[in-house]
Structures are given as structure tokens and as C-alpha cells.
Nanobody, 115 residues
């Protein structure tokens, strides 16, 4: 079955960096665009970034442009989110999402930006 497992979250100070990973299995990974979403307490889940199946194009939410970079390694069935210059407002649970005919979500990884 389809599985998406996020890792790499944690507590970081403002201005710091984290790299999230999403390990995928159970589907033809290199055929699917993959997205990262996040959900802060009391807020709706929002799209952070999407990368195309071959990795040639990526799109970002305005709030993270210039600070976050999405990438993928199709040989390893992994997607990454490099997050730099983190701000307290980046605090959220981050989810990996496979853009298949039926969308699939990972369980999420907590990112907390605080001094």
C-alpha cells in the first residue's frame, strides 16, 4: 500500500535551518508530483511547495519563497524540504502529499521554531 513517512522535524531557533525528508513506497514514485503541506494549531492546512514528477519544476507559497527548497531523489524514492531562515510562524506539523488519483498523506512531522 502507499506509504509516506516524514522525518527531520524538531525544535530550532529563529533563523535556523531544518531539512525534512519524506520516504515513499507502494506506488510508482517517479510518476507523481509530491507536495509539502503544513498545518499550524488552529489554522487550516496550507500548501508549502510542490515538485513535479521528474523534479524539473517546483512551486512555493509566497510565505516561504527564497527560504525553502523542495527537491527529490527518484532513485531513493525520497522528497526533501530544506528550510532556512526559519521564523516562529513556520511552526506547524509538516505533511508530505502524493498527488495521485487518490491523494495520500504522511503522518506528519512537527517543526517548532522558538527561542
Amino acid at each position: 500500500q502507499v506509504q509516506l513517512v516524514e522525518s527531520g522535524g524538531g525544535l530550532v531557533q529563529p533563523g535556523g535551518s531544518l531539512r525534512l525528508s519524506c520516504a515513499a513506497s507502494g506506488f510508482f514514485f517517479s510518476s507523481a508530483a509530491i507536495s509539502w503541506y503544513r498545518q499550524a494549531p488552529g489554522k487550516e492546512r496550507e500548501l508549502v511547495a510542490t515538485i513535479t514528477s521528474a523534479g524539473g519544476n517546483a512551486n512555493y507559497a509566497d510565505s516561504v519563497k527564497g527560504r525553502f527548497t523542495i527537491s527529490r531523489d527518484n532513485a531513493k524514492n525520497q522528497v526533501y524540504l530544506q528550510m532556512n531562515s526559519l521564523k516562529p510562524e513556520d511552526t506547524a506539523v509538516y505533511y508530505c502529499y502524493a498527488n495521485l488519483a487518490s491523494g495520500y498523506w504522511g503522518q506528519g512531522t512537527q517543526v517548532t521554531v522558538s527561542s
